[in-house]
Nanobody, 123 residues
């Protein structure tokens, strides 16, 4: 399974951005998909996750109400819509796939990872 994240960039505080993560080499609809982020000098942290059918989602408290995860199983792609961005959202964002179990917040429970896409939010 290969995951390719894209859509990062430099934005101003209050702006919006949509990240995409395209999957190949597996059956995308079989995976729980998650988004994580990591700022320099910090641990990778959970951002949000979405169930296989897209019905169940979970978010970190820090992004609830601002970020939305969605997926298109026909396009093998998961999205992270980020609104009202803040400087503290600056990080590399990673998508990940979990092959068994449900929506989960711990990075160690995800089996496949994409490369990061950098989001920089200026104040």
């Amino acid at each position: 399974v290969q995951l390719q994240a894209s859509g990062g960039g430099l934005v101003q505080a209050g702006d919006s951005l949509r990240l995409s993560c395209a999957s190949s080499g597996g059956t995308f609809s079989n995976y729980v998909m998650g988004w994580f982020r990591q700022a320099p000098g910090t641990k990778r942290e959970f951002v949000g996750a979405i169930s296989r059918n897209g019905i169940t989602t979970d978010y970190a408290e820090s992004v609830k109400g601002r970020f939305t995860i969605s997926r298109d199983n026909a396009k093998n792609t998961v999205y992270l819509r980020m609104n009202s961005l803040k400087p503290e959202d600056t990080a590399s964002y990673y998508c990940a796939a979990r092959t068994s179990g449900g929506v989960y917040t711990y990075a160690t429970r995800y089996d496949y990872w994409g490369q990061g896409t950098l989001v920089t939010v200026s104040s």
